[in-house]
């Protein structure tokens, strides 16, 4: 398995206040690990550091064994799906949201047919009716649910999600696990869904910024 | 037919008219007295030692005294876009000076050597009152530009934050924040436009015509200048706001924190 994403001695802070201490370790090819601790722990800012949206004081990040900088951090967005907390959908529906990504000269080639949108909304247990809903009529699950549609239908293989199962009943959250238990996939997550965390071979267990436990498991 | 001249007198007389809006103003509550009084101090001192360096100006007729005064003109414009726009000076000073003085100088060269065509094409009598009144709304033009892009980028910071990582380039991603701030600062001049002559007689062609031209004459000069006006205000918020995008960002395309002065979300 080759490493994804490696963190190597990451230490971030803001002014005088330290977010994450000498924080290490790595994410392997189709590995699933979850980021877990009290909110505050540094946990967003882990995978905010690997989008480049958070300056990093000490360390490294590598993507693909080559270290995070300005010349392939547009690499690094283009093949990682962040899904937020509150992700913003950026377009009044549904439909202009999923369609979104493909009007930036990236990803215009590649543009879903009607017939690939239906599927990905159907694997996420979404109605396609859901495609002609206002944006700001969603609630916080459909919308973390529509931008990981998004990511899909972009062929993202790196997801970066946190808490996308917090706002989800069990069924709703069943679909999702069937479709990120993709072998394809490499997941870094944050959550504190015990089911999710069941099903990810790392744990990952941060306190006040500092990384205080792995756990490896071997879920296959 | 001459001007005729405003004498000593009758310009206390004139001075005079200003108590009407002061009084109005202290009986409806507002204390702008202070205000009221700097205002038409500081008119009066710009504008008389505007005259005395024009007087000079005109006499002297030289390119290169002429050529300094547009670049003091273009500085000062400078400084004051970006205090007025509220954003630091030191990541916009060059952009805005490069983008002013371009569009600034290209429309009134445009218009002095082609159009009007004086025997020398540096003749202050035509080059410094133009390049003044195209400096002058270039000037607001940018304000509103830069204010409005860095303000909107900044409050929807989230939104650009989605683009970037949906896979826009820096560009894709401000392109919406950028077509606004256009439109905004272009909107003034264009309405300005649709409406000249139906509201309002212009500044300009009434000056022309207080000092003896025929209407005709001064419609034509008026029309020339709105067109510069229109050019000059376009062409430097592009290049302006483009520019601006080399510095304003860090190696990641986030903007930088402190680009603006005063920040409200």
């Known amino acids: 398995m080759s490493a994804i994403i490696r963190f190597d001695k990451v230490s971030i802070g803001v002014g005088d206040k330290k977010i994450l201490s000498n924080v290490s370790f790595t994410l392997n090819s189709g590995e699933k690990a979850v980021l877990c601790g009290l909110s505050g722990s540094g946990k967003s800012t882990v995978l905010k550091a690997i989008l480049g949206l958070q300056s990093i004081s000490q360390g490294a990040i590598y993507f693909h064994q080559v270290r995070l900088s300005s010349s392939n951090i547009a690499e690094i967005r283009h093949q990682t799906a962040y899904i937020g907390q509150e992700p913003l959908l950026a377009a009044d529906n549904v439909h202009d949201a999923l369609l979104l990504p493909f009007q930036f000269k990236s990803h215009r080639a590649n543009t879903p047919s009607n017939e690939q949108i239906h599927n990905i909304l159907a694997q996420l247990n979404l109605n396609p009716d859901i495609l002609n809903q206002q944006s700001s009529h969603l609630s916080g699950g459909e919308k973390q649910r529509i931008a990981l549609a998004r990511g899909f239908l972009l062929g993202k293989k790196i997801f970066l999600l946190d808490e996308v199962t917090s706002a989800l009943d069990s069924e709703n959250k069943l679909a999702l696990y069937n479709i990120l238990d993709n072998q394809e996939l490499t997941i870094l997550s944050v959550a504190h869904d015990r089911d999710w965390i069941d099903r990810c071979q790392s744990v990952l267990e941060l306190e006040s910024g500092q990384l205080i436990r792995i756990s490896q498991r071997d879920n296959t | ?265």
């Open chain 2, 1 to 265: 037919m001459t001007t005729l001249d405003i004498a000593l007198p009758q310009m206390v007389v004139l001075y005079g008219l200003c108590l009407l809006p002061w009084l109005l103003l202290w009986l409806i509550g507002l204390r702008l007295s202070r205000d009221v009084i700097i205002g038409i101090i500081r008119m009066s001192i710009q504008l008389a030692l505007v005259g005395f360096y024009l007087k000079t100006l005109f006499a002297a007729n030289d390119p290169l005294l002429n050529t300094l005064w547009i670049l003091v003109m273009i500085i000062i414009a400078d400084f004051s876009i970006l205090q007025r726009a509220g954003l630091k000076t030191r990541y916009f000073i060059w952009s805005t000076l490069i983008a002013i003085s371009v569009s600034t100088v290209f429309s009134a060269m445009y218009l002095v050597i082609l159009v009007i065509q004086p025997n020398n094409f540096y003749d202050a009598h035509y080059v410094i009152p133009l390049v003044g009144m195209i400096l002058g709304n270039c000037l607001q033009g940018n304000v509103i530009a830069l204010e409005r892009f860095y303000s909107s980028l900044h409050k929807n910071e989230s939104e650009y934050m989605t683009f970037l990582l949906l896979g826009a380039t820096r560009w894709e991603a401000v392109r919406p924040y950028y077509q606004a701030a256009i439109k905004a600062a272009i909107s003034p001049t264009l309405a300005g436009m649709s409406t000249m002559g139906l509201v309002s007689l212009p500044g300009m062609m009434t000056g022309q015509i207080l000092g003896g031209n025929e209407p005709w004459l001064a419609v034509k000069y008026q029309i020339a200048i709105m067109i510069c006006i229109f050019t000059s205000t376009t062409l430097a918020c592009i290049i302006n706001l483009k520019l601006s995008l080399q510095n304003a960002f860090n190696n990641y395309d986030i903007l930088k924190a402190d680009v603006i002065k005063f920040k409200a979300k």
